[in-house]
T-cell receptor
């Protein structure tokens, strides 16, 4: 149980275009989803926290107009990178939290974004 | 702010060797502490956790004890296997309400036969 999927697993896009990444909780309802960014040999950096049906809360330094997060249902959250630039190339990871232990997050396998 | 420092990797061990991955933290209040593991091609999975001082978390032969006096949560295993090869992340959770996690940089472990 407690499986989280991400789609796509990797994507290449051209500079200036937008790309959408989906995060789904497959067998539980996720009241909260988190989006992280991970650089090589670096920790996971929390980008934003989203609760179903409400606006995402972005961490300091994360541009909310560039990284659009939508959490429209209890099983789906999307991250759209708008007007992508090469510096947005990274590994994006989502996690979801259910109704149990509030600190227990279930992680997706990640999406590798490369902007050319 | 909260932070987690864990030993730099990569760590390479022979099968059946003893493993220690050091983790120290800085936090206000009394955080919960976690170890997550990421196997190749998979998402992070919770390995073990401890929610208060002197608690010992354990799972799959791994152990870690919450040491408030040294602000540490070192991960140990007495005899590693090839299947333990993965990246290990120490994390803390603090701040009731947001329940966000703060992660260390991760330590890559490779176990060779």
């Amino acid at each position: 149980g407690a499986v989280v999927s991400q789609h796509p697993s990797w994507v290449i896009c051209k500079s200036g275009t937008s790309v959408k990444i989906e995060c789904r909780s497959l067998d539980f309802q996720a009241t909260t989803m988190f989006w992280y960014r991970q650089f090589p040999k670096q920790s996971l950096m929390l980008m934003a926290t989203s609760n179903e049906g409400s606006k995402a809360t972005y961490e300091q330094g994360v541009e909310k107009d560039k990284f659009l997060i939508n959490h429209a249902s209890l099983t789906l959250s999307t991250l759209t990178v708008t007007s992508a630039h090469p510096e947005d190339s990274s590994f994006y990871i989502c996690s979801a939290r259910g109704a149990g232990d509030p600190y227990e997050q279930y992680f997706g396998p990640g999406t590798r974004l490369t902007v050319t | 702010g909260d932070s987690v420092t864990q030993m730099e990797g990569p760590v390479t061990l022979s099968e059946e060797a003893f493993l220690t991955i050091n983790c120290t933290y800085t936090a206000t209040g009394y955080p919960s502490l976690f170890w997550y593991v990421q196997y190749p091609g998979e998402g992070l999975q919770l390995l073990l956790k401890a929610t208060k001082a002197d608690d010992k978390g354990s799972n799959k032969g791994f152990e870690a004890t919450y040491r408030k006096e040294t602000t540490s949560f070192h991960l140990e295993k007495g005899s590693v296997q090839v299947s333990d090869s993965a990246v290990y992340f120490c994390a803390l959770g603090a701040g009731a309400g947001s329940y966000q996690l703060t992660f260390g940089k991760g330590t890559k472990l490779s176990v060779i036969p």
